[in-house]
């Protein structure tokens, strides 16, 4: 089956930087967008970006935006979630989902529908 891995996660200070990546087998990336999730202890999942097939115009929920950078690389079957000036509020259990589907809608971030989902990769944000 369509399998996701998510790696990068760790400790970091607040104010800090962190690259995740999330990669693709068995099936080609170039053929489904990627949403990546998050989830605190106690707190409902919630979206954090957006990418499309064609990587333009990706969506951000408005914690993300102007802080966090989704990107993909079809060639190495990887997305990328730059994640920049973090705060102890984006600790959090993240994880990337596939969907089979070109585009990026708001609806996307409800969590339902996707093809596969990776284990999750966990980010702390403490000095």
């Known amino acids: 089956q369509l399998r996701l891995v998510e790696s990068g996660g760790g400790l970091v200070q607040p104010g800090g930087s962190l690259t995740l990546s999330c990669k693709m087998s068995?099936?080609?990336?170039?053929?489904?967008?990627i949403t990546w999730f998050r989830q605190a202890p106690g707190k409902e999942r919630e979206g954090v970006a957006c990418?499309?097939?064609?990587?333009?115009?990706?969506l951000y929920k408005d914690f993300a935006l102007d802080r966090f950078v989704i990107t993909r690389d079809n060639n190495n079957d990887t997305v990328y979630l730059r994640m920049n000036g973090l705060h102890p509020a984006d600790s959090a259990t993240y994880y990337c989902?596939?969907?089979?589907?070109?585009?990026?809608?708001?609806?996307?971030?409800?969590?339902?529908?996707?093809?596969?989902w990776g284990q999750g990769t966990q980010v702390t944000v403490s000095s």
């Open positions: 990418i499309p097939v064609s990587a333009t115009l990706p």
């Open positions: 068995q099936y080609s990336l170039a053929h489904y967008s």
């Open positions: 989902a596939a969907k089979r589907f070109g585009e990026c809608r708001d609806w996307q971030f409800t969590g339902d529908g996707y093809n596969a």
